[in-house]
Nanobody, 124 residues
């Protein structure tokens, strides 16, 4: 059974940094692409960053390039999202997702499994 459990969200001020974690179980990163998505109230779920170990690639949405870094601890089956220079527009519920294939799409419809989400609030 695939499970994804996010943590690390919270309230931060603009310009601050925050790291989210996602502990995965029931699959490994060897053959499955994983990704971070976010959804703000009234907006569609947006792809933030995706990773595929087998494809050897990491993708980022333009809105977070240069500020967010996705990393993975393969041994711990844990995905991280290191966020810096946070802006109020980054406020959202952040979700970890996995798909039963290796290509790291940044489209929510391509992902099969989802975590419960963790809230990130950016406010002064």
């Amino acid at each position: 059974q695939v499970q994804l459990v996010e943590s690390g969200g919270g309230l931060v001020q603009p310009g601050d940094s925050l790291t989210l974690s996602c502990v995965a179980s029931g699959f490994t990163f060897d053959d499955s692409a994983v990704a971070w998505f976010r959804q703000a109230p009234g907006k569609e779920r947006e792809g933030v960053s995706s990773f595929s170990k087998s494809h050897g690639s990491t993708y980022y949405a333009d809105s977070v390039k240069g500020r967010f870094i996705l990393s993975a601890d393969i041994a711990k089956n844990t995905l991280y999202l290191h966020m810096s220079s946070l802006k109020p527009d980054d406020a959202a519920v952040y979700y970890c997702a996995a798909r039963t294939d290796w290509y790291p799409y940044l489209h929510a419809s391509m992902y099969d499994y989802w975590g419960q989400g963790t809230q990130v609030t950016v406010s002064s």
